[in-house]
């Protein structure tokens, strides 16, 4: 968010009055460059002189004129007068020009003060605002989180509870094992009782009466802490929803037909899971949607479940939604039982006991983005196949990039028949030989060139079927000029090959997404043996039935927090507001045949 409350001073509108010479304040530089190079060659004594010299740069830095702000800092430097304020305003300065610059590490760097200092308040505010900024450019929002702990001591009490929303956003989207770990880390008090917090949050949200207790002991050990005060609203309401604990669950699936080949895997994922807690009283009951999906849901309820998963298709969902909005007008109606719908609707209800799992490409296109945008790529290529699951696909990173970088990503469609072709057009390669051609007219046959590729992109996302990556692949390969470093390649699990040996030799150092359970050592060699026919499709079903019957018992919270994540089979799990289970994948790399997690 923006809400770092902007670094630095801004010029002021030229029908203001003029400051004074005689202020040589750092807070504000408002005027042009010139007025400050001009008092300081008035000024009669080194410091104020220096003072106006920092203030120019200020206003050079504001109206972009790096290379004058970066000419009078050097010539600065070495020479400043031993003042805390001028020391410390210069390194804040020469900070600003790098990070204007890209140059985020070496600003950081820059940007170390003297915790002596005896400096005014706004000075420590541009400091902390600052850094916090560099922490959050540099994708390191824990250390962000520090920053802004200590920015809270010089804001406002309404600028203070913007910034504690702000640092509990950063926290909520970090892995409960990452915070954990920074907790080892040490740390200030205010800061550490923030990833206690979220700490707490993580591991206890869908267990409320344990929540409220642990909260209890938190708030005991840090009773002046901003959130001890007021917790953050999302954790209050995790605390006051109330978990399903259903004792009849109704399983709509197609158990009969063409399509039960389908169902079968989940059908065994979700069975599997029932028979994984054997303590549990809860009666399990499949229903056939084969002959219709209304009428499946209907007999569920007249046989009184009280919770139900299902159903798979997305037509069947539709048929439910509709008998179900037809239920609600009635008069006489009665109060109908949360459901898990195992694939997404058309239009989302406002529905708060409604919640909606699916295996979805466009969520897993998502999460692509994110991790791209982690690994510090900041042009990447789409290469997505030209049919409608590429478009969704390619269409949803555009979008989640768009987000978090405020950049659209390049798109190039390709057909099989033009696979090489769009390769060719998206890495510059049919230009660079059109151009090598019209030199050869001039010059002669003679001539030889060697073709050149782009260099300003550093991934390329290939979205395609496993079929087309072994196309894909080699096509990019031979059209990286020697002139070019190599992109980065990332995949989806559309494109996972069977894993043999021989087969994936060819696509080292792609980079690939898929659920944890199929990224894992021995995550479903135990299936080999009972469904030796099963590819990699069927085992994401059945990791998918798993987790529907375990998030049975958690919906509620997670829904009411959705800072929650569920470690599951088919990835990092949580809820967000309209009852969608968002799923965070694992990714890894083949290498010389292999793939290993990383």
Known sequence: ??????????????????????????QSSQQSPTFYLDAAAKATDAETRQRYLLQAVQAYINTNQLKAASEILDALRGSLVNVAELQAQHRYLQAQVLEHKGMLADALEQLKYVSSWPLADWQWRNYYQLRASLYAKTKRPVEQVRELCHLSQYLSSEENAELNRQIWSQLNALQEETIEYYIQQGGEATY??????????????????????????????????PAAMQLPQDLQDALSTKPYHPQKIAVLLPLTGERAKVAEPLKNGITAGYMDDPDSNVALQFYDTATGAAAAYQAAISAGADFVIGPLLQDNVQQVIEYKTTHSKQADATPLPPQLFLNNAEALSKNNDE??????????????????????????????????????????????WQQLTDKSAEIHYFTNDKMRNTVQNALGVTDSEARIDAVKKLLGTRVKADFRSRRDVDAIYMICSAQDLTLLK?????????????????????????????????????????????????????????????????????????????????????????????????????????????????????????????
């Open 474 to 598: 080699p096509f990019i390969d031979v059209n990286f000029s020697v002139f070019a470093e190599p992109a980065k390649l990332y995949t989806s699990s559309r494109a996972r090959q069977d894993d043999s040996r021989q087969t994936v030799q060819e696509l080292n150092k792609i980079t690939i997404s898929d659920i944890p359970w199929l990224m894992g050592a021995n995550g479903s060699s135990n299936l080999a043996s009972l469904w030796p026919s099963w590819g990699n499709p069927q085992k994401r079903l059945y990791a998918m039935g798993f987790d529907a019957l375990s998030l049975v018992n958690k919906l509620a919270q997670m829904r009411a927090f959705p800072g929650y994540q569920l470690s599951g089979h088919t990835g990092l799990l949580s809820v967000n507001k309209d009852g969608v289970i968002n799923r965070q994948l694992k990714w890894g790399q083949y290498n010389h045949g292999v793939l290993r997690s990383n």
């Open 355 to 400: 919640f909606y799992f699916a295996l979805s490409p466009v969520q897993e296109a998502v999460d692509a983005a994110q991790r791209m945008y982690q690994d510090g790529i900041e042009q990447p290529l789409l290469l997505a196949s030209d049919d409608a699951i590429g478009h969704r696909m390619a269409e949803s990173f555009n979008l989640s």
């Open 192 to 225: 550490l009782g923030w990833l206690k917090l979220a700490y707490l949050a993580k591991h206890y949200a869908v267990d409320p009466s344990s929540l409220v207790s642990q909260l209890g002991r938190w708030q005991s050990a840090n009773p002046g802490h």
């Open 1 to 26: 968010m923006a809400a770092l409350w902007g670094c630095g001073s801004q010029p002021r509108s030229t029908s203001q009055a003029p400051q004074p010479l005689s202020s040589t304040s750092l």
